[in-house]
């Protein structure tokens, strides 16, 4: 089992920016492959980013260039660094760790974020 609770959301200007932060507890973390989700209303749920076990990173193509993604096995955490953020980015965004492989599919609560205009 994997716990994942999300911090860092809020309300931004377009042009602003923004960091989520995801705190992993349960299972090893370092084994997971971890990203981040977001959830707009009407839409469906996609992927932003991610960053496996490895370190590889890829990118939703809208965000490439204003987003990155770490992660830090030793504190268990995960991070979402916004950029340059855009009112298309307004969603709810989660937390996911996923053990390649195997039926471990873990999902944080969300946080929100807002973008204005």
């Known amino acids: 089992q994997v716990q994942l609770v999300e911090s860092g959301g809020g309300l931004v200007q377009a042009g602003g920016s923004l960091r989520l932060s995801c705190a992993a507890s349960g299972s090893i973390f370092s084994f997971y492959a971890m990203g981040w989700y977001r959830q707009a209303p009407g839409k469906q749920r996609e992927l932003v980013a991610q960053?496996?076990?490895?370190?590889?990173?890829n990118y939703l193509p809208s965000v490439e260039g204003r987003f990155t993604i770490s992660r830090d096995n030793v504190k268990n955490m995960v991070f979402l660094q916004m950029n340059s953020l855009k009112p298309e980015d307004t969603a709810v965004y989660y937390c996911?760790?996923?053990?390649?492989?195997?039926?471990?599919?873990?999902w944080g609560q969300g946080t929100q974020v807002t973008v204005s205009s």
């Open positions: 996911n760790a996923l053990r390649i492989g195997t039926p471990s599919d873990y």
């Open positions: 960053v496996t076990s490895l370190g590889i990173t």
